[in-house]
């Protein structure tokens, strides 16, 4: 969510009120922003990490106070002063919404589009003039806060969309877009450091100006855009004169000073939808200031081919007025009010949809009819003015109900069984651990004396530990061990979990998708105390499948003294597990000990009488417990639960 | 000290308790004034004496009284310096020697020794009572003008048998830095008859044991006192982790309100369930790697519904049933891109498609899921790069925003919030979209705790549900409402294997007042 910093005093002169910080948090909270942080520059720099500044410095710092505004996502006018004050007066009722108009100049402006040369790297570009502007420090820092505010999110980091804004009366009109070769590109550029001020640059040797020096880092995030094609895009005047390198910089001839009177403005882009909203904002942000409000002069943008062919023309600013109809029936229903047509008509003035009239639609149902402003781009359909006939409801206002919808609950059969086996594995005296899904590629496998093989990874891990996701739980319970070596581990540690573990897999389909993974429900257990346990973590097996309903075979339980307890076993027609020895060179024997490791083998109506593997239990490999640091001998049982459904 | 009896009339066999009861009885006083002295003078190990005594204690046979002692040691190092004075002193004393031109560090290291040159020269250099002269060392002051501060706080203390009374506490803090001394704490008691003194102790029994009831002993038997002021033996066994006994607990509330649980155990999706069907735009920067996990292998999904792929796509460029949708050009290479899922959303949309294509058609539906997310998140105190999220919908025909807050009500009253109030916001996938927040009985203060909307007609639309249907949805972590209910300050303390046993071992009950009985 973005968030706008602005002086509190500045946005009270703006909308003409006062307010105490309780009173605008609650006016914030109704509209739909949020009253995030109240401070200071001085605050501030007092609570950087980062920055550290001396007594003096911290001392010769504004005071005045900031309001820190989060802005929903897809309200691009709420992201300067201007706007934010501009939506909370109408809002208030202070003031009505602005009718923004394209002026008509008695000559157009133009700019020529070589589209087979732009089309290789950026090919659309939008204009237009604000004219007899008139800018004090104030509203020219926010015209360039915009500007980056803009970049940052609409324009993903100028990659759909770069601004450029220009002192049309420094340059000489028409104005041209072409793509030229970097080498043959050659300007002053706005000063980005000291030691190269005024100083003209190639395409070429500009990025690599902007990649090395240690005070552009702010532009060096944009080179990789265009750095690797073999054309540039350039904004040029009608004397070949470099308005700006689009995404990067502008040339410095054309820069915007406050003595600036009339501005061009353009705006380059891979996607034209968002091109025509970033200018959009931008001029009914600014044109506020120019002598006739809210007059935007338009551009006329001619595409031509190599030939020197017209192919497309457009004129831009689009500023469009959307006419939208909403049905008052459907508004009622979806919010859950019962409000007159009229009445939504009165509301619509409060969130810039004035005016708006009512009309009758082909089968007899009564309509809203909103007039949807160049600043609301983020409406789509009927739903987004019910949504804002809501908030000028209330939100808080709306009668509550709850839903008659008839249904029965239930529980995922797989999670069921977890649950119930969670339960019974704490009651037979083992703490229940939650680990991480990610693991580094060292824990998943080295780690555990086993070679690398396939595991979900990924292409941005955010550290080293987080590198795959697991496809044991082992490493989790181990280094959980390793953590808490305080513990006593005298009478024996015994943790579990039962959670995922993601394999690879290119034939499970779920809803006719195959991503090429699954999940697998598994049980992971450990004890570790002054002798390793093993028998300890066999019995949990054991237990594990008598829970489940599943019987030894006779085979496996030949040598064992029946207990009177065997006579009260229960499971399941057909069901059966047994015991072997896990041959040495098994993939799965390299994570224990010789000669003390077993598989768990099950015979369901699933297997076809087939003996499968379901799990592995053994005393861990001192290595392994080297590995982990892990100072005890330990034993350890991983199962997979979903053959046990 | 005519009262003190000689050590040897203790007889050899007398236990320690019979030695402490013996002289309480005999000697004149009845009183063991030190039992460190006494002991020593006995010939018993202070420990066990210390050890009958709590016992005796415990009977109120004895009373005792607590004389801790504390004193000064001096170290071997400080004993040589009170005898030979400060390593500084010495080495300014053999630069002083040396005359003008200095000394060398092998020949200084030669006349004063190893360790004195090595701890004096550096002293020195921080007095600024030399300085360095090429490879030479020079004195800058005359041993005469210097005073040896160290040997004489170590002489004080030294006569004060260990007190540092008087003594600045700046000297000893520089001489404990020098580990010159150490303090050393002698606990001892002062000994007297208690209420129920006798000469011998009459052995009492600590539990009843079943000896005692088969012959019958228990009747005449003596019992100790039990101390109530101790805890209970700890239980042993196992215990389950807070995180998921507040999972159950939620599990349940949603159950109880008819909610049917969503098979989420599937972490990897395709970008196509988890944003495209969402009608998320490709561009959004939740879409970014700065966000979300994208897979590298296995990178790509293999298959999707076609069809309804194409409905997404002509959503997402042209829009349809009466939006204009996003207006740019839908990318197949970026829905097909695998990601760890951002959200449990991406199988409500499966469970939403499969319900609009279900056998018989549409029925009215109460969905919900606990389950684990992915988001590629600065770490902090409250943000790992998993955590679990609660999801709950509800599909039915002409559903209001009404609904969704009396449902949303209905929840958080059975985890014991009753005040909410509703503040309008933006998500991608719902419209209208609400942040909930709630007056938090634990924390004291509103807060947003949940976050909700009714899922977009475009999102809607293409999954061939009937036009009248809406979908009403809310969701929060599960991390957070646990960290507030077992007063958890950092997130790793709950999730991940840092997560220390003891806390899951004293975790109480996860249970909620349930407002709406």
Redesign the interface.
Known sequence: ?PTLAVDRDDLFAHIGRTYTDEAFDELC????V?LDEITSEREEALKSDTVKLSKDQIASLSSSVIYKIDV????YDLLCIEGLSRSLKIFLGDMDAPAYQRTTPEKMETITVQQDATSQVRPFVVCAILRDITFTPERYASFIDLQDQLHR?LC?QRT?VAIGTHDMDAVRAPFHYDARRPDEIEFVPLKSSDDTAGQAFTGRTLLEHYETHPDCKHLKPYVPIIKNSPLYPVVLDNEDTVLSLPPIINGDRSKITLDTKNVFIECTAT?L??ANIVLDTVVTMFSEYCDKPYHIEPVQVNYVDSSGVTTKSYVTPELPTRRVQAGVDFIN?????DESAERMVELCNKIQLGPATLEQSADGKQMLEVSVPPTRS?I?????I??DV??AYG??N???????????????P??KLS?LL??E??????????????CSVRDNFTALRKPVT?A???????NVE?EV?RTTLLP??L??L???KS?SFS?G????EIS?V?L?D?KH???????????E?RLCAVYAGPTSGFEIIHGLVDRVLSLTEVAPEEEYVANSTKGDEEKFRVARDGWYYTIHELREDDDAASTYFPGRAAEILLTSPATSGEKVRIGTFGILHPEVLGNFSVGYPASSLEINLEPLM | HLHLQPASSIAPTMSVEEAILTYLSTSQEAVIEDTLTWSDQSKLDHKAVVGAIKSLQGDAYVTASDLTKSYYELSKEAKDILANGAQEVIVLAALCEAGEGGISMPDLQAKVGKNVCKIGMGNCMKNKWAKKDGGNLVATKAVADVTDEVQAALKALSDAAGSDAGMDAKTIQALKRRKLINLVTLKSYKVGRGDSYAPVRKKKAADLTKEMLDSGAWKTTEFKQYNFQTLGEKVGGGYLHPLLKVRAEFRNILLEMGFHEMPTNKWVESSFWNFDSLFQPQSHPARDAHDTFFIKEPAQTVSLPEDYYDRVKTMHEVGGSGSIGYRYDFKREETLKNLLRTHTTAVSSQMLYKLAHQEGGFTPQRYFSIDRVFRNETMDATHLCEFHQVEGLVADYDLSLGDLIGTIETFFKKIGIEKLRFKPAFNPYTEPSMEIFGYHPDLKKWTEIGNSGMFRPEMLAPMGLPENVRVIAWGLSLERPTMIKYRIKNIRDLFGHKVDMSRTRMAPICRFDDLTE
């Open positions: 969510m909270f109704e509209f739909g949020e929903p996502a897809n309200r999110n993903r759909l996607d939808t968002k229903s979806l919010i859950g009010i983020d789509l359909h009927p739903v987004d019910a949504e809501g908030i939100y808080n709306i009668r509550k109900h709850v839903a008659q919808t008839n249904t029965v609950g239930g529980e995922q797989l999670n649950d969670r339960d594995i704490g009651r037979a005296g083992y703490t229940e651990v939650l680990t991480h899904g990610l396939a979900v990874s990924l292409s941005n891990p955010a987080y996701v989790g319970l280094k959980t390793q953590h808490n513990a009478a540690f015994r943790i579990f995922d993601v690879p290119d389909t779920i809803t006719q998708t195959i991503v090429g993974a699954r999940n429900r």
